[in-house]
């Protein structure tokens, strides 16, 4: 369970631990999985997202994509405090991505007004799993990034001591076409970038371009131990 006296460092610990039940629940969920083969002349990935709730009372949202890299899992941890609803993506790789509750409540508030709240975090998270990673100037802080997303930018800093990203705000496609507007091509690379290989460095130093690229889902060895 996820309380309120946590640090970012501490939930990201926690999810880490649980992302495990997850995957095997996706495995035992979907066993057609195992039977994908991707096709030659696909350039789209298929794409289906759920909810699931682990053994530890950890609340999860997640999609899973099939294509020519085989099949991801991307993970999104949510819990809910006084100050509103938290979310946490955690990459096998890369640094963890935390959004303040600032952000999914104005993502829910314009694009999910009906429904119930863990279908709303589903939605947010199956339209913004993918992100394109560029750093940003503001205010001379050097750790500041940018992510482009389907439905406009979120907009955070590094804590590289904690290997977490934390974005602060979200800006719908109008509003932030005056500062990131130069970024929006990144949509479209999404799928270059995904592809680019990089060194395994650990968590603090994964570069920018290599973030929330989640889980490589090995469906026999999953299915053995579900």
């Not at 405090?81 to 409540?105: C, K, L, N, W």
């Amino acid at each position: 369970m996820i309380t309120s006296g946590m640090s970012l460092k501490q939930v990201a610990a926690a999810a880490r631990k649980d992302v495990g039940w997850l995957q095997r629940y996706v495995a035992g969920k979907h066993p057609e999985l195992a039977r994908f083969k991707p096709k030659r002349d696909s350039t789209e990935p298929q794409v289906f997202s759920g909810n699931f709730t682990s053994t530890k009372e950890l609340q999860w949202a997640y999609v899973v994509t099939m294509d020519q890299r085989g099949i991801t899992l991307y993970p999104l941890l949510w819990y809910a405090t006084s100050e509103g609803v938290h979310a946490m993506q955690i990459d096998a790789e890369g640094p963890a991505s935390y959004f303040r509750p600032h952000i999914p409540q104005r993502y829910i508030d314009r694009y999910c007004k009906k429904g119930d709240l863990a279908t709303a975090l589903r939605i947010f998270h199956r339209r913004n799993y993918d992100k394109a990673c560029h750093p940003y100037t503001y205010k001379g802080d050097r750790d500041n990034y940018a992510a482009v997303i389907d439905d406009g930018y979120i907009a955070g800093e590094y804590l590289k001591d904690e290997a977490i990203v934390l974005y602060r705000t979200f800006f719908d496609i109008a509003t932030g076409e005056k500062r990131f507007g130069h970024l929006r091509q990144l949509v479209h690379w999404r799928p270059v970038l995904n592809a680019v290989e990089f060194e395994h460095v650990g968590r603090r130093e994964t570069p920018h371009f290599a973030w929330c690229r989640g889980y490589a889902l090995d469906m026999g060895r999953l299915r053995k131990a579900a």
